[in-house]
């Protein structure tokens, strides 16, 4: 292993001598074109191929399950040929603002003083500690969406118009350093993301906790919704832009109350998958936060469209049938993609923890993320998206990634069991 910023016995397989991913123009017209078939080569011993090969296996059935959902029940609304050339006509005021690489022309700032919502919760069935308070915190959110002609559309959907998150706080007033973790597509339920996230041993090492629903996600979802989620991508390509700005916004608003009213000195975010890629936009937007750990985090969406059959062969076929390019697909959606701004945290506050099996969000886009985020620190498991194979690792170096951040004090440096 060559690179410092490796931070797990796996490593890529040149390392610190692989030329970046990334050239210097913009990124949706300089990369590869070929990406979503591009190899990410690593070291590996003999028992961790193994079984990285058994649990990428799981995630591959996984894919073709939730592509063939998407494309029955989303890539027809929103990606046919007739959605394809109105979000062209979109596509202007959004590609204006990516190639100016300011990422406060998209990502507004939130008013002051919005009124969240916090009343008594259950926490979750299998963690609910009898010296914390549980809150369900709700707010209107006065998100309005940036460009014109998605304003009606996108605010007819009420529902998506209330924001949700649930806190796990400790009794008294001493400020808590406080983690909020952000779900993956379609996986807002709690009991998963408590065990994803290892919420309870965070807490007890003396972090509050947060829950944050991504829009569209749970009680978000639109009338009618299919299942949690499916309104975040059904809309099409514009759709899709502001419910990445609506995400960050949101966001902002709660990050504004946990200082103000629950006195939260210390705010790190964390996500897993589509919440990996919130994590990874808000280090490009809100500079106050102390950390940022994207966990299989998807970076390039339209690139990963490709690699989901029948999704890819779908989407191939529409570009072919309208002449698109599909260095104009990436366009659509740079306005909300980490890549098209530089991170407003310094990389010792970034942390990627990524799978070498995964076949939902492929290594490779974590790889795009650490070239861009500077090569920053990571930790790669022998695991898939859905198999984190050696968590407690990673677990473990989440923590002392906190502890150097000063974030957690060392005393708190984990031992023992993650339950």
Same mark, same amino acid.
């Given at each position: 292993? /060559?690179?410092?910023?490796?931070?797990?016995?796996?490593?890529?397989?040149?390392?610190?001598?692989a030329p970046?991913?990334?050239?210097?123009?913009?990124?949706?017209?300089?990369?590869?074109?070929?990406f979503?078939?591009?190899?990410?080569?690593?070291?590996?011993?003999?028992?961790?191929?193994?079984?990285?090969?058994?649990?990428?296996?799981?995630?591959?059935?996984?894919?073709?399950? &939730?592509?063939?959902m998407?494309?029955?029940?989303?890539?027809?609304?929103?990606?046919?040929?007739?959605?394809?050339?109105?979000?062209?006509?979109?596509?202007?005021l959004?590609?204006?603002? &990516?190639?100016?690489?300011?990422?406060?022309?998209?990502?507004?700032?939130?008013?002051?003083?919005?009124?969240?919502?916090?009343?008594?919760?259950?926490?979750?069935?299998?963690?609910?500690?009898?010296?914390?308070?549980c809150?369900?915190?709700?707010?209107?959110?006065?998100?309005?969406?940036? @460009?014109?002609?998605?304003?009606?559309?996108?605010?007819r959907?009420?529902?998506?118009?209330?924001?949700?998150?649930?806190?796990?706080?400790?009794?008294?007033?001493?400020?808590?350093?406080?983690?909020?973790?952000?779900?993956?597509?379609?996986?807002?339920?709690?009991?998963v993301?408590?065990?994803?996230?290892?919420?309870p041993?965070?807490?007890?090492?003396?972090?509050?906790?947060?829950?944050?629903?991504?829009?569209?996600?749970?009680?978000?979802?639109?009338?009618?919704?299919?299942?949690?989620? @499916?309104?975040?991508?059904?809309?099409?390509?514009?759709?899709?832009?502001?419910?990445?700005?609506?995400?960050?916004?949101?966001?902002?608003?709660?990050?504004?109350?946990?200082?103000?009213?629950?006195? &939260?000195?210390?705010?790190?975010?964390?996500?897993?998958?589509?919440?990996?890629?919130?994590?990874?936009?808000?280090?490009?937007?809100?500079?106050?936060?102390?950390?940022?750990?994207?966990?299989?985090?998807?970076?390039?969406?339209a690139? +990963?469209?490709?690699?989901?059959?029948?999704?890819?062969?779908?989407?191939?076929?529409a570009?072919?049938?309208?002449?698109? /390019?599909?260095a104009?697909?990436?366009?659509?959606?740079?306005?909300?993609?980490? +890549?098209?701004?530089?991170?407003?945290?310094?990389?010792?506050?970034?942390?990627?923890?990524?799978?070498?099996?995964?076949?939902? &969000?492929?290594?490779?886009?974590?790889?795009?993320?650490?070239?861009?985020? /500077?090569?920053?620190?990571? @930790?790669?498991?022998?695991?898939?998206?859905?198999?984190?194979?050696?968590?407690?690792?990673?677990?473990?170096?989440?923590?002392?990634?906190?502890?150097?951040?000063?974030?957690?004090?060392?005393?708190?440096?984990?031992?023992?069991?993650?339950?």
């Amino acid at each position: 292993m /060559d690179d410092s910023s490796v931070v797990s016995r796996i490593a890529h397989e040149s390392c610190a001598r692989a030329p970046s991913l990334l050239a210097k123009g913009h990124w949706w017209e300089e990369l590869d074109r070929e990406f979503a078939r591009r190899p990410e080569g690593f070291n590996l011993a003999l028992h961790d191929r193994l079984r990285v090969g058994a649990t990428a296996s799981v995630d591959t059935v996984l894919r073709a399950a &939730a592509a063939s959902m998407i494309s029955s029940m989303a890539l027809p609304l929103g990606y046919n040929p007739i959605e394809l050339r109105k979000a062209m006509r979109d596509t202007e005021l959004y590609a204006d603002i &990516a190639e100016s690489a300011d990422p406060t022309r998209f990502f507004a700032t939130p008013p002051s003083g919005v009124r969240v919502r916090a009343k008594k919760g259950r926490w979750l069935p299998r963690f609910e500690p009898e010296d914390g308070i549980c809150e369900a915190l709700s707010f209107d959110s006065p998100f309005e969406p940036i @460009h014109p002609r998605q304003r009606k559309p996108y605010l007819r959907h009420t529902a998506n118009r209330v924001a949700h998150a649930r806190l796990l706080r400790h009794r008294g007033d001493e400020p808590r350093p406080t983690i909020v973790a952000i779900h993956g597509f379609t996986a807002d339920w709690y009991l998963v993301n408590e065990w994803f996230f290892a919420l309870p041993w965070f807490y007890r090492m003396g972090c509050n906790i947060v829950l944050f629903t991504l829009p569209f996600h749970g009680p978000r979802q639109t009338r009618f919704s299919p299942f949690s989620g @499916h309104g975040y991508f059904a809309g099409g390509s514009s759709r899709l832009n502001e419910a990445v700005a609506q995400s960050v916004f949101d966001f902002r608003i709660l990050f504004d109350w946990l200082q103000r009213e629950r006195g &939260a000195e210390q705010i790190g975010v964390t996500g897993l998958s589509l919440g990996g890629f919130t994590a990874a936009m808000l280090a490009s937007v809100e500079e106050r936060l102390s950390f940022a750990i994207p966990n299989v985090p998807v970076v390039s969406l339209a690139d +990963l469209v490709l690699e989901w059959q029948p999704i890819g062969l779908l989407l191939r076929g529409a570009l072919a049938s309208t002449g698109i /390019d599909f260095a104009e697909v990436r366009r659509m959606v740079a306005v909300s993609c980490p +890549l098209t701004y530089a991170p407003v945290l310094p990389p010792e506050r970034l942390m990627i923890v990524a799978g070498v099996g995964d076949r939902l &969000a492929p290594p490779k886009h974590s790889r795009l993320l650490w070239d861009h985020w /500077d090569r920053c620190r990571i @930790h790669w498991f022998p695991g898939s998206h859905i198999i984190h194979m050696d968590r407690g690792a990673y677990l473990t170096e989440m923590a002392r990634f906190m502890v150097g951040r000063g974030f957690l004090p060392q005393s708190e440096l984990p031992s023992g069991d993650l339950r």
